[in-house]
């Protein structure tokens, strides 16, 4: 069984800052990608950010400059750090895993119940 348990979620005022973290536990023979996914009411869950297990990024322009993605891949750990942030990023946000479970495995997508931020005055 493998979990993802998000924190850092939380209300703040326009060009506040959060840091959001994510851990991956359990039955885990490898993570490749790791990365961060929003749903703002009435639209469509979108990628924010992603990051290889070799460091390679994406990430939304809407968020460049002002999000930053890193992994501690000892630790299986992905994490979010947020600055100047605006009421658009309003949204749960849900970290997303592609996991193999095992060497023969193929990879699985694993997701976090999702922690929600909410940026207003």
């Known amino acids: 069984q493998v979990q993802l348990v998000e924190s850092g979620g939380g209300l703040v005022q326009p060009g506040g800052s959060l840091r959001l973290s994510c851990a991956a536990s359990?039955?885990?023979?490898?993570?490749?990608?790791m990365g961060w996914y929003r749903q703002a009411p009435g639209k469509e869950r979108e990628l924010v950010a992603a990051i290889t297990s070799g460091g390679s990024i994406n990430r939304v322009d809407s968020v460049k400059g002002r999000f930053t993605i890193s992994r501690d891949n000892a630790k299986n750990t992905v994490y979010l750090q947020m600055i100047s942030l605006k009421p658009e990023d309003t949204a749960v946000y849900y970290c997303?895993?592609?996991?193999?479970?095992?060497?023969?495995?193929?990879?699985?997508?694993?997701w976090g119940q999702g922690t929600q931020v909410a940026v207003s005055s």
């Open positions: 997303n895993a592609r996991i193999k479970i095992r060497y023969t495995s193929p990879e699985y997508n694993y």
């Open positions: 359990g039955s885990i023979f490898s993570i490749n990608a």
